[in-house]
């Protein structure tokens, strides 16, 4: 059993910066999984915001696409998301999950809220 629990979010201005961590419980866990962050507004379906495969092909949603950047860190089990010039339309509850050999695993999420 795989856990996730992410940390991060906040209250921010319009073209304000914060970066999300999303530690896992298990040690190596990234070497062998695929990654994504995915974010759910209210009233809107959850969306898949970034991702990394095991491999490590980068994917980015273009709405957030040169604003937005992943990485992991396997050495300390984290996975992050670096947001930077936020918009009000980023205003959602920001999740993490892994993927490893077909059973997703998903923290409870973060609020990252955008507003003057």
């Known amino acids: 059993q795989v856990q996730l629990v992410e940390s991060g979010g906040g209250s921010v201005q319009p073209g304000g910066s914060l970066r999300l961590s999303c530690l896992a419980s298990s040690g190596s866990i990234f070497r062998i999984a695929s990654t994504g962050w995915y974010r759910q507004a209210p009233g809107k379906e959850r969306e898949l915001v970034a991702s990394i495969t095991s491999w490590g092909s980068i994917n980015y949603a273009d709405s957030v696409k040169g604003r937005f950047t992943t990485s992991r860190d396997n050495a300390k089990n984290t996975m992050y998301l670096q947001m930077n010039s936020l918009k009000p339309e980023d205003t959602a509850v920001y999740s993490c999950?892994?993927?490893?050999?077909?059973?997703?695993?998903w923290g409870k999420g973060t609020l990252v809220t955008v507003s003057s």
């Open positions: 999950k892994l993927n490893r050999n077909g059973i997703d695993y």
